[in-house]
C-alpha cells in the first residue's frame, strides 16, 4: 500500500484512539452506582386471585449524605445534598454500600418496596403526587414513627391512599418514556419526619430514631428500561428546586430497570 | 577615550518585550488566578441570606479575570498601550521584534503582529477547536448510538453536548475570517500589513486567553444549558457557567477588535486601482463578515455580563420574580445569534465564489449579483433573530413579520447560487478538491436552505421547534456549506500559506469520506427529527433508533475524513512537493507574491488595472 495512505492510515487510528481514550475517561468518570437486585421473598397472591414471584427492596431517605454508602465515606462531592440509599432490613444506614439508587427487578413479578424517611419536608408543588399511584389495590402502608432502636412501630400501621400534601418529604416515583415497551408508572407519597428531630439529629451529626416507614407493592410487566425519581422540589437553589441532588442521578433520581 | 570605547560592552540584557511569549503568560495567568481566588476566598464575605452560588460565583468569576489580565499582561498585549501612555512609543527595531522579523518558528508563540503569523496562528487554533469540537461530537454520537444511552452520566453529556455546540459555533466563525481574512486578505487587496497590527495580534491571542475558563467550566459542574446557555436556567446552573461568560465575554472581544481592523483594512488600504469593482469577492466576503460582527457581538457581551451579575451580584436583568425577564435574554442572544450564521456563511460562500473563476477559467458570473447577494443577506440578517423565538410566547404579533424578513433572505441565498451555478456552467472545469467542493456546498446547502424555510414558517416551527430537525438543519447550513467552503479555502491558499502543496490525493480520500458521513449522518438526524426526536436528550424512545444509529455511522465517517485531512495538512506542510508561486494560475494578488512571502508583502505595492477575474468569456 501507498506509503502515504498508510501514514493517513495510522492517523486515524490515532485520532480514534485519542477520542475513545478520552470517551471512555468520560465514561469512566461517571460515577455510576451499581444496581441493587431485588431480594427473592416467595410468591404474592394479587388481590385478583393471580399469584407472582416476589421480591422486596428496601431504601432509605437521608436528609444530606453523610450517610456515605454509595457516595463514599465522607459524603462524596455533596455531602449536604439529601440523598436516597440502601437500606437494610430494618431501615439501617448501609454506609459501605456500593451501590444506591439503581434498582432491578424481575419481570412479570410483585415487587414491595419499603422506605424509611429520614428527612423532613414541606409542601409539593403538585398535589397529584400526594397521591398513591400504580400501587396494588391503589394503595401503601404507612407508619407514621418507626423506632429504628426497637425495630418497631411506634405508631400504628395504617394504609393510605394519600397523604397531606404539605406534610410530604419525598415521593418514589417510576416512570419510562414513551416507548413500545410496558408503561410502568409508580408513585407513592413519603410522609416527612418530624422537623425538630431530623434538625436534631443532624446537629448530632446522625439521623432521627424516628423516621416514617412506608411499604407498597406492584406488579412488573415485560422487560423494561425505566427512570424513577423524587418529585418533591428538595434540590435546593437550582431549577425551581429541582436542580443538584434532584437533577443527579445517585441522589434523588436513579435507573429502575425491569429484567425476564 | 579610545581605549574606553574598544572596551568589550557587556550584552544587554533583554527588554521585556523579548522576554514574553506563551509561557510567561501562562504562568502569570496561573498565578494570577490562583492569588485572587485565594484572597477572594479569605476576605469575601459569606452571603447575608442563604443562597446558593452567589459568593461561589464572586471568586470563580474574579479568579477568572485574574487569569484573563494575568495572561495578557503576560503574553505582552500591554506593552504597547503602556509605552503609549508614557509618552514613549514602542522603537522601530522593537516594532520589527513584534512583526517577528528574523524570529523563526518562536514567532508564533509571541505577540507577533505579523497578518501572515497571526494567519497561520488562527489557522492551527481553528484546528485545535474543531479537533475538541470533533471529539465532543464523537462522545455525542456514540452515546446516542443506543436508544437507552447511559454511557456518558447525563450531566457530563448536557455539558459535552453545551461545550461542543459553543465550541463548533466559535471554530466556524473564525475558520475564514482567522486564517485566510489575515494569512490572505491583505495581500489580496495589495497591502503590508492589516490597519492595526497589534489589534491583530491582540484578536488571536484573546481566543487563547478565552480557552482556559471554557476548559476551567469543565471541571466545575460544565455547561449544562446547551450553547443557547438560555436565562433564567443559566442563572441557576452549575458554577461551569462563569466559564462559559467568561470565554464569551473574552472571544466577544476578539471578534469586535478583529472586526475593527479588517473593515478598516479593506475600506483604507486597498491598493491603487482597486476600486469596488475590481475587489475580489472573497473581500467582500470577509467585510461582510466582520461587518455583521461588529454590531452583534458587543449584544453577545452585554447579555454575558448581565448574566454574570444575575449569578454574582443579585441583579435581576433575566429573573422573572426580581422584575426582570427571560425572553431579554433570548433576544439579545439572538440578536448575536442569526446575524451571526451569515458572520459563518458568508465568507465561506465568498471563498468558493473567489476559487470558481479560477477552476472554471471564466469570469466569476454576474459579479455585481453576488455583490447584491452578500449586501442583502447581510442587511436581512438582522432582521431575522425572532424567528428562534416564534413559540417562546413573546410578541406573537411579531411572528408574521420575522417570518416574511426570514423567508426573502432565500432571495439573496439564492443569488449566490446563481452566481456559483452561472460561473460553473460550460466552464473548463479543473476538477480539484476546491472545485468538488463548490457542488458539494451547492448540494449541501440546498438541503440546509429549503429545510430552513420550513423552520422560518410559524405553523411548521410549531412543529419543529426543539427537535432534531433544526439540528440538522443548522449542521447542513454551518457544516455542510460553510465548513466545505472553509477546507476548499484551505487546500486553495495552502500553497500559499505553507509554501507547499496540499496532498492531492489525501484531499479528495478525505472530501469523499467527509461529504458522504455528512450526508449520511445528517439526513438520518432529518429523519429522527421529523418523526419527533427531541434535541439535547441523552436517551430517547426505541423507534428513533435506526436514524440514530445511521447519524452515528455517518459521524463516525467524517471522523475518518477529518482525520485524513489532518493527516494531509501535517505532512503536506512538512514534505509536500513545493509549490511554485502561483500553482493554480490564478489572477488575485496574493499569487503574485513569491513564497516564501517577505515581511511586508510586496516591494512596491501594486497598482491594480482591472478586476481578478480577467479569465476570458466562456461561450455561454
Redesign the interface.
Known amino acids: 500500500m501507498n506509503k502515504r495512505i498508510l501514514a493517513a492510515l495510522g492517523t486515524v487510528i490515532l485520532g480514534a484512539g485519542v477520542t475513545a481514550g478520552i470517551g471512555t475517561y468520560v465514561a469512566a468518570a461517571k460515577n455510576d452506582s451499581g444496581s441493587i437486585m431485588a431480594t427473592s421473598a416467595g410468591s404474592f397472591t394479587a388481590p385478583d386471585g393471580k399469584t407472582y414471584p416476589h421480591y422486596t427492596l428496601t431504601m432509605n431517605t437521608y436528609p444530606n449524605s453523610t450517610f456515605g454508602g454509595h457516595h463514599g465515606e465522607d459524603g462524596g462531592a455533596h455531602p449536604d445534598w439529601v440523598s436516597y440509599g440502601a437500606a437494610g432490613p430494618y431501615g439501617e444506614p448501609l454506609r459501605d454500600a456500593k451501590t444506591g439508587t439503581n434498582f432491578v427487578v424481575p419481570a412479570h413479578s410483585a415487587v414491595t418496596i419499603t422506605i424509611w424517611q429520614y428527612d423532613s419536608g414541606e409542601t409539593l408543588n403538585n398535589d397529584f403526587f400526594a397521591k398513591v399511584r400504580g400501587t396494588v389495590g391503589g394503595t401503601a402502608t404507612l407508619v407514621e414513627r418507626y423506632d429504628t432502636k426497637s425495630h418497631t412501630n411506634a405508631t400504628e400501621a395504617k394504609t393510605i391512599t394519600q397523604i397531606p400534601h404539605d406534610a410530604v418529604g419525598h415521593t418514589f416515583t417510576i416512570h419510562g418514556v414513551s416507548s413500545d415497551q410496558d408503561s410502568l408508572f409508580v408513585n407513592v407519597p413519603l410522609l416527612l419526619a418530624n422537623d425538630d428531630e431530623v434538625t436534631a439529629a443532624e446537629e448530632e451529626g446522625g439521623f432521627t430514631q424516628f423516621p416514617s416507614m412506608t411499604t407498597f407493592t406492584f406488579i412488573t410487566g415485560d422487560e423494561g428500561e425505566y427512570i424513577w425519581n423524587c418529585e418533591f422540589p428538595c434540590g435546593d437553589g437550582t431549577v425551581a428546586r429541582f436542580g443538584n441532588a434532584m437533577s443527579a442521578m445517585s441522589y434523588m433520581s436513579g435507573h429502575f430497570t425491569v429484567k425476564g | 577615550m579610545t581605549t574606553l570605547m574598544s572596551k568589550p560592552v557587556s550584552a544587554p540584557g533583554k527588554s521585556v518585550i523579548e522576554r514574553l511569549n506563551i509561557v510567561t503568560a501562562v504562568v502569570l495567568g496561573a498565578v494570577s488566578a490562583f492569588v485572587v481566588w485565594r484572597l477572594a476566598l479569605q476576605f469575601l464575605p459569606a452571603d447575608t441570606e442563604v443562597?446558593?452560588?452567589t459568593r461561589e460565583d464572586k471568586i470563580t468569576l474574579l479568579s477568572m479575570v485574574a487569569w484573563f489580565i494575568g495572561f495578557m499582561t503576560g503574553i505582552g498585549a500591554l506593552v504597547g498601550p503602556f509605552r503609549w501612555v508614557m509618552g514613549k512609543d514602542l522603537s522601530h527595531d522593537e516594532n520589527m521584534f513584534l512583526a517577528g522579523k528574523d524570529m523563526g518558528v518562536n514567532r508564533y508563540f509571541r505577540y507577533t503582529t505579523d497578518h501572515k503569523v497571526v494567519g497561520i496562528q488562527y489557522l492551527v487554533i481553528t484546528m485545535v477547536i474543531f479537533g475538541i469540537g470533533g471529539?465532543l461530537a464523537?462522545?455525542i454520537r456514540?452515546n446516542l448510538g443506543t436508544?437507552?444511552g447511559?454511557?456518558?452520566?447525563?450531566?457530563?453529556y448536557n455539558s459535552?453536548v453545551g461545550t461542543h455546540g459553543i465550541i463548533m459555533i466559535v471554530g466556524t466563525i473564525i475558520m475564514v475570517t482567522g486564517p485566510f481574512g489575515n494569512f490572505i486578505m491583505p495581500i489580496m487587496i495589495g497591502a503590508r500589513d492589516m490597519a492595526f497590527p497589534r489589534l491583530n495580534a491582540l484578536s488571536f491571542w484573546l481566543i487563547v486567553a478565552a480557552a482556559i475558563p471554557l476548559i476551567w467550566a469543565q471541571f466545575i459542574g460544565g455547561i449544562s444549558t446547551g450553547w443557547s446557555a438560555y436565562n433564567p436556567?443559566a442563572g441557576?446552573?452549575?458554577l461551569g457557567m462563569n466559564g462559559y461568560i467568561m470565554f464569551i465575554c473574552i472571544f466577544a472581544i476578539s471578534t469586535m477588535v478583529a472586526g475593527a481592523n479588517i473593515t478598516t483594512t479593506i475600506v483604507r488600504m486597498r491598493a491603487n486601482g482597486m476600486t469596488w469593482n475590481r475587489t475580489p469577492i472573497f473581500i467582500y466576503g470577509t467585510m461582510a463578515s466582520v461587518a455583521l460582527a461588529l454590531p452583534a457581538f458587543p449584544v453577545f457581551f452585554l447579555s454575558q455580563v448581565m448574566s454574570a451579575m444575575d449569578r454574582a451580584l443579585d441583579t435581576s436583568f433575566y429573573n422573572t420574580a426580581g422584575g426582570g425577564s427571560g425572553w431579554l435574554y433570548e433576544n439579545l442572544f439572538w440578536i448575536m445569534g442569526h446575524p451571526e450564521v451569515y458572520v459563518i456563511l458568508i465568507p465561506a460562500v465568498a471563498a468558493l465564489m473567489e476559487m470558481a473563476p479560477v477552476f472554471t477559467r471564466r469570469p466569476l458570473f454576474s459579479f455585481n449579483v453576488a455583490v447584491m447577494g452578500i449586501a442583502g443577506i447581510s442587511g436581512l440578517s438582522v432582521l431575522v433573530w425572532a424567528h428562534h423565538m416564534y413559540i417562546s410566547g413573546w410578541a406573537p404579533l411579531l411572528n408574521a413579520p420575522f417570518m416574511l424578513t426570514t423567508e426573502l433572505i432565500s432571495i439573496p441565498t439564492g443569488m449566490l447560487f446563481l452566481v456559483l451555478v452561472g460561473t460553473l456552467w460550460r466552464g473548463r472545469l479543473w476538477m480539484t478538491m476546491p472545485t468538488m467542493s463548490i457542488f458539494a456546498l451547492l448540494w449541501n446547502f440546498m438541503i440546509g436552505g429549503i429545510t430552513g424555510i420550513y423552520l422560518s414558517d410559524v405553523p411548521a416551527d410549531a412543529f419543529l421547534h426543539g427537535s432534531m430537525y433544526v439540528t440538522a438543519h443548522f449542521h447542513y447550513t454551518l457544516m455542510g456549506a460553510g465548513l466545505t467552503g472553509a477546507l476548499a479555502a484551505l487546500v486553495y491558499w495552502f500553497p500559499k500559506m505553507t509554501g507547499r502543496m496540499f496532498?492531492k490525493?489525501?484531499s479528495w480520500?478525505s472530501f469523499w469520506l467527509v461529504q458522504i458521513g455528512f450526508n449520511v449522518a445528517f439526513i438520518g438526524m432529518f429523519t429522527v427529527g421529523l418523526a419527533g426526536q427531541p434535541r439535547r436528550v441523552e436517551?430517547?424512545?426505541?423507534?428513533f433508533n435506526t436514524g440514530n444509529l445511521i447519524t452515528t455511522i455517518g459521524a463516525y465517517t467524517i471522523?475518518?475524513g477529518m482525520?485524513?485531512l489532518?493527516?494531509?495538512v501535517?505532512?503536506s506542510w512538512r514534505s509536500g512537493d513545493k509549490a511554485p508561486m502561483n500553482p493554480w494560475q490564478a489572477k488575485t494578488l496574493e499569487w503574485t507574491v513569491p513564497n516564501p512571502i517577505p515581511l511586508e508583502n510586496f516591494d512596491v505595492l501594486p497598482t491594480v488595472t482591472s478586476d481578478a477575474y480577467g479569465y476570458g468569456k466562456a461561450k455561454s
Open positions: 443562597r446558593l452560588f471529539i464523537m462522545l456514540t436508544p437507552e447511559g454511557w456518558i452520566h447525563p450531566q457530563a459535552i436556567l441557576q446552573a452549575p496532498d490525493k489525501l480520500i436517551s430517547y424512545a426505541s423507534t471522523m475518518v482525520l485524513v489532518l493527516h494531509g501535517i505532512s
